[in-house]
């Protein structure tokens, strides 16, 4: 069983940056697809970014050019840095693992059900 567990939230004003930190130990970073989520208050979970075991990388449209996912193997852990933050990036921010190979993460990392292991979440609050 993979276990992850994310930092780097807090409250921030529009325009700051952050990085978001998901430890991951059970499974090496190099061999598992880490995807992040995140869930705002009263809304649906939705997929943010990923990064397959190759090191491809995936956006929500939203977050193009704003975020960068990416991990570092001698640490074991993936990153969210995420610049030009808005209010509407406000959610608690989840990593989440999956085992499956390519292509078929490559068409299924955006969807929940592609992730068998999930961390606790970190709140990303953004005022205006």
């Known amino acids: 069983q993979v276990h992850l567990v994310e930092s780097g939230g807090g409250l921030v004003q529009a325009g700051d940056s952050l990085r978001l930190s998901c430890a991951v130990s059970g499974r090496t970073v190099s061999s598992t697809a880490l995807g992040w989520f995140r869930q705002a208050s009263g809304k649906e979970r939705e997929f943010v970014a990923a990064?397959?075991?190759?090191?491809?990388?995936y956006y929500l449209d939203s977050v193009k050019g704003r975020c960068t996912v990416s991990r570092d193997n001698a640490k074991n852990t993936v990153y969210l840095q995420m610049n030009s933050l808005k209010p509407e990036d406000t959610a608690i921010y989840y990593c989440a693992a999956s085992f499956r190979m390519s292509p078929l993460f490559a068409s299924s990392y955006g969807q929940r059900a592609a992730y068998g292991d999930w961390g606790q979440g970190t709140q990303v609050t953004v005022s205006s």
């Open positions: 990064i397959s075991r190759a090191g491809n990388t």
